[in-house]
């Protein structure tokens, strides 16, 4: 595993999210990769400045970022209004940099708010000083972050109920809809597939984590994690077979370490019932237990419900996969007595879209289908918002036009009227 650069002065407890605006293809992924060598540092890359409505950017760069570094050359003018409107609020720490180094340059931009002005070609002392300073403030200002850090639990009654496909998805839904630091684990055994749902390849899993648990920190955790073009990280299981037997304390370690790094924290249980005694059901956790209308997956959800969770209340919601209304075997107030209380949640039965996107390894969020609408309006509620969007939408950071990109860290800012 190499071993990346530390930022200088850091405590080293937090991850640092950066969000790279540069319209010069070129530029910005050099400056990509120079920050990249940093850990515990993730970068997003934009690939233009968003075209109006500066008003907005505080807000939705704020709640993603810590901080946002922008290119000055391409246009000054409107890199300056940027620099201007992001540090109105002081809700993110801003950086320029150009290949100038003209004092007047930067006196004028640190004069708008910006913290650091950077020149081109990157030093990494420079870069490295920087990011320090960055993550104190950071560090000094997190306790007065709004977002809540919520852990979100999917289990299946039975193996097969569909818990990946709704776990990852709602996991990508989330990132995407609330705009916060989001990441997925996935406790799948003894060989998960999050990550292939996802269409994605990743380097390490939860097995680097559990086999490393005593030196598991925020920083060695960013290591370890893919990201996806959504936005979302992602922590996947082993891609072979593993002979490892995890205790407890570390699953206890990872998710406390997950939590301290994410605003949310979406776990893919399997049906693993056997991991209840670790923290990935204590009480402030939102269980998910996904079912479907069978038989067998009726009998193990009231079960699991009478034995284990009935003292949940809220904190339970039972999801309905590929259900379909008014199906021979049982209908709803069946339904109802067998898992003791009514299901939150219906997804339902797709199997077009479910054979496509498997097929052709696209999330099923990235695509308008019955499940995705369904698993979009569980993620908004778990973040707070409507179940279902305005009409109206104004600015928006989250409609993704790269979602299909061949770049997946590459995004563009765009403004939506209407
Ligand atoms: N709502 C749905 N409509 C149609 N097919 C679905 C739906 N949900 C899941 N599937 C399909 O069901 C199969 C099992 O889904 P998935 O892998 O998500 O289940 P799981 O509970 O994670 O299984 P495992 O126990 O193997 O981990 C997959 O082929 C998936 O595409
Ligand atoms: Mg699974």
């Given at each position: 595993?190499?071993?990346?650069?530390?930022?200088s002065?850091?405590?080293?407890?937090a991850?640092?999210?950066?969000?790279?605006?540069?319209?010069?293809?070129?530029?910005?992924?050099?400056?990509?990769?120079?920050?990249?060598?940093?850990?515990?540092?993730?970068?997003?890359?934009?690939?233009?400045?968003?075209?109006?409505?500066?008003?907005?950017?505080?807000?939705?760069?704020?709640?993603?970022?810590?901080?946002?570094?922008?290119?000055?050359?391409?246009?000054?003018?409107?890199?300056?209004?940027?620099?201007?409107?992001?540090?109105?609020?002081?809700?993110?720490?801003?950086?320029v940099?150009?290949?100038?180094?003209?004092?007047?340059?930067?006196i004028?931009?640190?004069?708008?708010?910006?913290?650091?002005?950077?020149?081109?070609?990157?030093?990494?002392?420079?870069?490295?000083?920087?990011?320090?300073r960055?993550?104190?403030?950071?560090s000094?200002?997190?306790?007065?972050?709004?977002?809540?850090?919520?852990?979100?639990?999917?289990?299946?009654?039975?193996?097969?109920?569909?818990?990946?496909?709704?776990?990852?998805?709602?996991?990508?839904?989330?990132?995407?809809?609330?705009?916060?630091?989001?990441?997925?684990?996935?406790?799948?055994?003894?060989?998960?597939?999050?990550?292939?749902?996802l269409?994605?390849?990743?380097?390490?899993?939860?097995?680097?984590?559990?086999?490393?648990?005593?030196?598991?920190?925020?920083?060695?955790?960013?290591?370890?994690?893919?990201?996806?073009?959504s936005?979302?990280?992602?922590?996947?299981?082993?891609?072979?077979?593993?002979p490892l037997?995890?205790?407890?304390?570390?699953?206890?370690?990872?998710?406390?370490?997950?939590?301290?790094?994410?605003?949310?924290?979406?776990?893919?249980?399997?049906?693993?019932?056997?991991?209840?005694?670790?923290a990935?059901?204590?009480?402030?956790?939102?269980?998910?237990?996904?079912?479907?209308?069978?038989?067998?997956?009726?009998?193990?959800?009231?079960?699991?419900?009478?034995?284990?969770?009935?003292?949940?209340?809220?904190k339970?919601?039972?999801?309905?996969?590929?259900?379909?209304?008014?199906?021979?075997?049982?209908?709803?107030?069946?339904?109802?007595?067998?898992?003791?209380?009514?299901?939150?949640?219906?997804?339902?039965?797709d199997?077009?879209?479910?054979?496509?996107?498997?097929?052709?390894?696209?999330?099923?969020?990235?695509?308008?289908?019955?499940?995705?609408?369904?698993?979009?309006?569980?993620?908004?509620?778990?973040?707070?918002?409507?179940?279902?969007?305005?009409?109206k939408?104004?600015?928006?950071?989250?409609?993704?036009?790269?979602?299909?990109?061949?770049?997946?860290?590459?995004?563009?800012?765009?403004?939506?009227?209407?």
């Amino acid at each position: 595993m190499p071993v990346p650069a530390h930022i200088s002065d850091a405590p080293g407890s937090a991850v640092l999210s950066v969000a790279l605006i540069d319209p010069d293809d070129q530029r910005r992924q050099k400056v990509a990769v120079a920050l990249a060598e940093f850990q515990g540092t993730t970068v997003q890359e934009y690939s233009s400045f968003p075209p109006a409505n500066l008003d907005a950017l505080p807000r939705l760069l704020g709640q993603r970022y810590d901080a946002v570094l922008i290119d000055l050359d391409s246009d000054p003018e409107y890199a300056f209004d940027m620099v201007e409107s992001l540090c109105a609020t002081g809700s993110v720490t801003v950086m320029v940099y150009s290949a100038q180094s003209d004092l007047d340059l930067a006196i004028r931009f640190m004069r708008a708010g910006a913290r650091e002005f950077l020149t081109l070609p990157l030093v990494r002392a420079d870069i490295a000083g920087a990011l320090g300073r960055v993550s104190i403030r950071h560090s000094a200002t997190h306790h007065i972050r709004r977002t809540a850090r919520k852990l979100f639990v999917f289990l299946g009654s039975k193996g097969g109920c569909g818990v990946t496909t709704i776990a990852s998805n709602f996991a990508v839904a989330l990132a995407q809809e609330s705009g916060h630091k989001t990441l997925l684990i996935d406790f799948g055994l003894p060989l998960g597939d999050a990550a292939i749902n996802l269409g994605m390849t990743a380097e390490y899993s939860t097995a680097n984590a559990f086999q490393n648990s005593s030196r598991l920190d925020a920083n060695f955790l960013c290591s370890l994690l893919a990201r996806h073009s959504s936005g979302l990280s992602v922590l996947p299981a082993p891609g072979e077979f593993s002979p490892l037997q995890v205790p407890d304390e570390a699953i206890d370690k990872l998710l406390a370490v997950a939590r301290q790094c994410f605003d949310y924290v979406v776990v893919d249980a399997g049906a693993r019932i056997d991991l209840r005694g670790t923290a990935l059901f204590e009480e402030s956790a939102m269980l998910y237990l996904v079912t479907q209308v069978g038989v067998t997956e009726l009998r193990n959800s009231n079960r699991l419900i009478s034995q284990f969770f009935s003292n949940r209340g809220r904190k339970l919601q039972i999801v309905l996969n590929r259900y379909t209304p008014h199906a021979l075997l049982f209908d709803d107030q069946q339904i109802d007595k067998a898992l003791t209380r009514p299901a939150q949640w219906r997804i339902p039965d797709d199997y077009a879209t479910a054979r496509r996107t498997r097929n052709t390894a696209t999330p099923v969020a990235l695509e308008d289908s019955p499940i995705s609408r369904a698993i979009r309006q569980m993620a908004r509620t778990a973040c707070g918002l409507p179940a279902s969007p305005e009409k109206k939408r104004g600015f928006s950071l989250f409609r993704r036009e790269f979602w299909s990109s061949a770049r997946p860290s590459r995004e563009t800012i765009e403004s939506r009227e209407g």
